[in-house]
């Protein structure tokens, strides 16, 4: 199926090809007022693919079409593009926006026309300037005091196809309120043979805890999940039951 103003009347008109019969021809019959847009890129890409037009005062605000090529199964529209103009006194500015970064207007568009529009008359976009953002967050990852422990582990001896190592992808972390005050704690996992590493939240600043871990002491702990254990205690591990523990309470 492809679109196309086959009489030249401002309209696109329906073509739909059929098995083991004749294509079908459908005419547009539509009587209301339109603006038709045909664009005259500069070569190679003489037809303006990619280029957006927007006709603003037309039968809603602003209408805003792409030029494409292809798009439909085995079948392309004629790359012009219809807008309604609402009624013929509308007051209608037609833009250009060119893959090439510049524009082109055609201000006072008058309805039932058809505009070519020549990409060698448009201009350069002006530059748009912003002031730098101040940034929101900054690192605080030296106010911990944290190192990551990692055993040394040559992943390629043992699967020389692998892409990259997965034995160091670093440690997971997690927020949870493992002491149940409010404030959510940082948790820091570890590699093998190292220690979970547990942050209290006093209001927003982080201090190193008094936790110890129980349980699993040989493996890896790269991941890290709080939840809520037996007994009320928080754990924060999805492999062992009360992996970490205050150690008064
Ligand atoms: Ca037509
Ligand atoms: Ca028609
Ligand atoms: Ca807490």
New binding site residues.
């Given amino acids: 199926m492809a679109l196309a103003d086959l ?1 030249n ?1 401002g ?1 696109l ?1 329906v073509v739909v090809n059929n098995f083991n019969a004749p294509a079908s021809v459908y ?4 009587a209301a007022p339109r603006v038709v847009v045909r664009l005259k890129g500069l070569p190679p890409n003489t037809r303006g693919v990619g280029a957006r037009i927007t006709l603003r005062g037309g039968a809603v605000p602003l209408q805003s079409q792409e030029v494409v090529a292809g798009g439909r199964y085995l079948s392309s529209d004629d790359p012009v593009r219809s807008f309604a103009a609402g009624s013929l006194t509308n007051r209608l500015t037609l833009e250009v926006r060119w893959r090439s970064g510049r524009r082109s207007v055609v201000e006072a568009v008058r309805a039932n026309r058809l505009y070519e529009v020549d990409e060698t008359g448009a201009q350069p976009l002006e530059p748009v300037i912003t002031a730098p953002a101040s940034p929101w967050f900054e690192d605080a990852t030296s106010r911990l005091g944290h190192t990551h422990h990692e055993t040394p582990f040559d992943d390629f001896e043992r699967q020389p196809l692998l892409p990259n190592l997965l034995s160091q992808l670093g440690p997971g972390v997690a927020w949870f309120d493992v002491d149940r005050d409010g404030w959510d704690d940082l948790v820091i996992g570890t590699g093998a043979g190292g220690r979970l590493a547990v942050y209290r939240n006093t209001g927003g600043w982080l201090r190193a805890a008094g936790w110890r871990r129980v349980g699993h002491a040989g493996g890896s702990r790269s991941d890290c999940l709080g939840r809520l254990a037996s007994k009320g205690r928080r754990a924060c591990d999805p492999r062992r039951r009360g992996a970490l523990r205050r150690r008064s309470r």
């Fill in positions: 009489d009347d309209d008109d005419r547009n019959e539509a």
